[in-house]
């Protein structure tokens, strides 16, 4: 998960910056005022951006490194930094800055300074309607909330959480109904907003209905084959999870793998959590986090999936117009984590890229030299229908995502108590996925988000894996099919990261939504006909259907 950008997204909006125009300026802004304006916008949102990093780090720090006892220490550290990123980012001298640039995009023909001052104005307006006492409630309470969620999970009890849960989803009302009032109609897509530009629950409502009718007889297909032979997806025995995969063996292959795709150590470390997640304190600065256990595929699966999310971060413009300005923030979530799960799905889950992988695991576990290239692609790609969600296949994720949004609409509509979430929870799982939940900690408290008040979050995942097959496709239309393949099959995997970094990463926020970035690379808007079409391929040959 992409932690930094969700806490700075929910934290402090107008952590966003903006630059003065170098070289692009219009000729059209000739004024004293409108040149003053432009330059000190730029100096104060510098300043905010720089103290946002330091918030990322803080953090980093809390899930990562801070020893127990100073967690009400981090918390009032994190409210007293927000309330000061509040002031700064809309006190007298802000205000006078933004309205100098206010509706002058169009002076501009540079498309990264008419984002700039979009995106600019747009953070401060939201982020000025908001108390600084209010700011500062809601990052002390993330801090608090955070503490509380993991006290729960480890004692997988979910009363533990539930004062605090309530606490969130309440704040989070009251925060969107200030910040975007023009959405009151449906408060919930006040929380969609924050994640994912211009997307609305009615038109999620038709996504997901799309992807239910196409998933659920592909799924049932695939069970109905499971039945019929229980060996069609049997891990090979060298395969098997189990303490024969160290963690030190483990630890070092992703670190191999994670700097083979293109990541940049000198400006970031791996280390291990609860939770994988990435958190960037500006390109120059990226963390990612992962964890190792038995099941040897789900460490190196999270690397993998964390190492893309940082690539995005790593490859954000960094030229005069981009470092620390608005245009070069990633788009969205959903566009986040379609770089993550491109990495994930489209390379990991792939033939070809087993082809370089199995050998780097023959070397370090010789136990696996038994289990081809083919083995390995088909432990990554068994349908297996589980509770815990960042372990689901590619084929029953979706249904994990739609419980969750299910869940979140309910609480803020008001529809659902948060003492209920529990036994919603087991039921679903039970009429979705035919899976049985044994405890909080398998079931309502396997996530993290929630306990920092990323609520609307969740849709991001699978938005992101259609965009995924939709930029993949268009990759493998520029690259060449059989071209990509071969790099892949090698090792090689600088073709598709630079093309990605062109196409995505250095692009940034210049798009004003995910469907005009989908439109310049693919040629059509965010579509789940594209995700199914891949699914539907993949695992009829997968599972002979």
Not at 6 to 14: D, E, G, K, M, Y
Not at 302 to 310: D, K, L, V
Not at 435 to 455: E, K, N, R, T, Y
Request: contains cysteine.
């Amino acid at each position: 998960m992409l932690q930094r950008l969700a806490s700075r997204r929910l934290a402090v909006a107008a952590g966003a910056t903006l630059a003065a125009g170098a070289g692009a300026r219009s000729s059209v802004i000739t004024s004293c005022d409108s040149e003053s304006s432009y330059s000190k916008l730029k100096s104060l949102l510098r300043e905010v951006s720089a103290l946002s990093e330091v918030q990322s780090i803080l953090g980093y720090d809390e899930q990562v490194f801070m020893p127990d006892g100073a967690a009400a220490s981090r918390a009032a550290q994190k409210g007293a930094l927000a309330k000061i990123l509040h002031d700064k980012s809309t006190g007298s001298e802000m205000k006078e800055a933004i309205e100098g640039v206010r509706g002058r995009e169009a002076d501009f023909d540079d498309p990264q300074i008419r984002a700039n001052i979009r995106d600019a104005v747009d953070s401060y307006d939201k982020e000025a309607r908001k108390s600084s006492a209010l700011a500062q409630r809601e990052a002390q309470l993330a801090s608090e909330a955070n503490q509380a969620w993991a006290a729960a999970r480890k004692a997988s009890d979910f009363s533990l959480f539930a004062e605090k849960l309530t606490e969130m989803f309440e704040l989070k009302k009251e925060v969107v109904a200030i910040t975007r009032p023009a959405l009151k109609d449906e408060p919930y897509d006040g929380a969609l907003d924050e994640f994912e530009r211009g997307m609305r629950a009615e038109r999620l409502d038709e996504i997901f209905a799309e992807l239910r009718a196409g998933l659920v007889p592909l799924l049932e297909a695939i069970n109905a084959k499971k039945r019929a032979n229980p060996s069609i997806d049997a891990l090979h025995p060298a395969l098997e999870y189990g303490k024969q995969w160290g963690m030190d063996a483990q630890a070092k292959l992703s670190r191999e793998v994670a700097a083979r795709m293109g990541y940049s150590f000198a400006n970031g470390r791996l280390d291990v959590s609860t939770h994988p997640f990435t958190s960037p304190a500006g390109p120059r600065d990226v963390r990612i986090t992962t964890r190792y256990s038995a099941n040897w595929a789900e460490g190196f699966g999270a690397t993998i999936h964390e190492t893309g999310h940082a690539l995005y971060e790593q490859g954000r413009n960094c030229g005069e117009e981009g470092l620390g300005l608005p245009c070069s923030q990633p788009l969205s979530m959903g566009v986040h984590e379609s770089q993550s799960l491109l990495w994930e799905r489209m390379v990991l889950q792939s033939k070809e890229f087993w082809q370089f992988a199995a050998p780097l695991f023959h070397e370090r576990f010789e136990f696996t030299k038994t289990a081809s290239p083919d083995d390995f692609y088909k432990t990554y790609n068994r349908v297996a229908p589980g509770c815990i969600r960042v372990e689901a296949d590619e084929c029953t994720y979706p249904l994990h995502v739609i419980l969750r949004y299910d869940i979140e609409r309910k609480l803020f509509r008001g529809e659902m108590a948060v003492s209920d979430v529990p036994q919603y929870w087991v039921t679903r799982m039970k009429d979705d996925l035919g899976v049985d939940v044994p405890d909080d900690a398998q079931g309502c408290l396997q996530d993290i988000h929630w306990s920092f008040g990323a609520v609307g979050y969740f849709p991001s995942y699978t938005l992101g894996a259609m965009m995924a097959v939709q930029i993949f496709n268009a990759a493998k239309a520029d690259l060449g099919d059989a071209e990509l393949k071969g790099q892949i099959a090698r090792g090689e995997f600088k073709p598709l990261r630079e093309w990605l970094r062109r196409k995505v990463h250095e692009v940034g926020s210049v798009h004003a939504s995910p469907d005009e970035l989908l439109m310049s690379i693919a040629g059509e808007p965010v579509s789940p006909r594209p995700f199914l079409e891949y699914l539907t391929h993949k695992y009829s040959e997968l599972y002979e259907l």
